[in-house]
Nanobody
Framework: QVQLVESGGGLVQAGGSLRLSCAAS????????MGWFRQAPGKEREFVSA????????YYLDSVKGRFTISRDNAKNVVYLQMNSLKPEDTAVYYC?????????????????WGQGTQVTVSS
């Protein structure tokens, strides 16, 4: 069983920054593909970013490229999402997810475990 706990959400003005963290349980964290998804009210949960087990491969939604950076610290069992130049359209609940088995970074259904989510609100 893998437990994921997100933190770091909050209210920020447009143009501001936030760093989300996701702490994971489990001794084999370094073998998981990790991802961040978000869900705005009335919308589907969408892929935001993902990182391979080694951190060597990263993936981004086009609209966040150049503004968001995903990273991981396998020694601490933590994955981060640094979000800069935030826009009101980034407002959503952000979820951390772990792909333990077969993993496809952009596909929601290929993730096995999910956190409870953290709210990010960007005011204009």
């Amino acid at each position: 069983q893998v437990q994921l706990v997100e933190s770091g959400g909050g209210l920020v003005q447009a143009g501001g920054s936030l760093r989300l963290s996701c702490a994971a349980s489990g001794r084999t964290f370094s073998s998981y593909g990790m991802g961040w998804f978000r869900q705005a009210p009335g919308k589907e949960r969408e892929f935001v970013s993902a990182i391979s087990w080694s951190g060597g491969n990263t993936y981004y939604l086009d609209s966040v490229k150049g503004r968001f950076t995903i990273s991981r610290d396998n020694a601490k069992n933590v994955v981060y999402l640094q979000m800069n130049s935030l826009k009101p359209e980034d407002t959503a609940v952000y979820y951390c997810a772990a792909g333990v088995n077969t993993w496809s970074p952009r596909v929601r259904q290929m993730y096995d475990y999910w956190g409870q989510g953290t709210q990010v609100t960007v005011s204009s």
